[in-house]
């Protein structure tokens, strides 16, 4: 009984303590907005972060979008031979890329790969007292340190997220005219009138927002690190389970606001 106790009370205070920093994270989101309508850029560190969530994240971005867009091709495409409607499966590929799969999953790349080094790299700096040292210089560590990655987020993640839309379909493509005979052509007029201009311009809207979500969760889950380095490890884990967590409830959201009431599609294409 007393070690099912205090197994609950620790549950207990992770679960408030992971309260106070979504709290924190929330403040500042706020302060961020602030600072950005003020001006207060650091455009060097911008670019640095600019490459590091862009470029250097793109061959994964990449290779993730290709074979998702492959996997969903081999699922998708002998059911809808099977029903004769082979005309339809770049449209429905191209539905599903642009509309979910080519921001959710690239912003769960981008969570993984530059969300945890945001947390790693912040917390590192509180834990050795380097974010006090800025407090000491007069420096504010949310321009020096948390716009430039916001800002690279918000920029790199929609980019990316239309290169993963292009080259999903490509993957989607290649499967469909070597594995089931379904022309490059075939595929590509389906595309084309299943989707709309609103269908490519949500793909970087949720990459924008996704993109915001990561930075500031993971930026802000570093500043609020404690503990030495067993925290820099707790902190990390956290903050991309957090931004996961962020991206597929907003996902919703903003899919609700985007689709609701729009009509069909996939009724159109045929």
Not at 29 to 43: D, E, K, S, T, W
Not at 87 to 92: D, K, L, S, W
């Amino acid at each position: 009984m007393w070690g099912l106790a205090v197994s609950e009370s620790s549950q207990f205070s992770s679960l408030n303590q992971w309260g106070q920093r979504l709290v924190a994270a929330i403040l500042l989101g706020g302060q961020v907005m602030v600072h950005l309508l003020a001006g207060r850029i650091h455009r060097r560190n911008t670019l640095e972060q600019m490459s590091i969530a862009g470029p250097e994240s793109l061959l994964i971005a990449l290779l993730t979008a290709a074979f998702v867009g492959m996997v969903f091709t081999i699922q998708v495409a002998r059911e809808f031979i099977n029903f004769g409607a082979a005309n339809a499966v770049g449209g429905v590929l191209a539905l599903s890329l642009a509309r979910e799969l080519a921001p959710v999953l690239t912003a769960v790349v981008i969570a993984g790969r530059v969300g945890s080094a945001f947390a790693a790299e912040l917390g590192t700096m509180r834990v050795t007292e380097q974010i006090d040292a800025l407090y000491m210089l007069k420096t504010d560590p949310v321009d020096y340190l948390v716009i430039p990655r916001v800002l690279a987020c918000c920029l790199m993640v929609p980019l990316l997220t239309l290169l993963s839309l292009v080259t999903g379909m490509s993957g989607g493509m290649l499967i469909a005219s070597n594995l089931y005979g379904i022309s490059n052509q075939t595929f590509l007029d389906s595309a084309r009138s299943f989707l709309t201009v609103w269908d490519l311009c949500s793909a970087p809207i949720k990459g924008f927002f996704f993109g915001a979500l990561v930075a500031i969760i993971g930026s802000s889950w570093g500043l609020t690190t404690t503990g030495g380095a067993k925290g820099v490890g707790q902190s990390t884990t956290t903050a991309v389970v957090t931004s996961l967590l962020a991206i597929f409830i907003s996902n919703f959201f903003l899919s609700w606001l985007m689709f609701q009431g729009l009509g069909s599609a996939v009724l159109g294409g045929f």
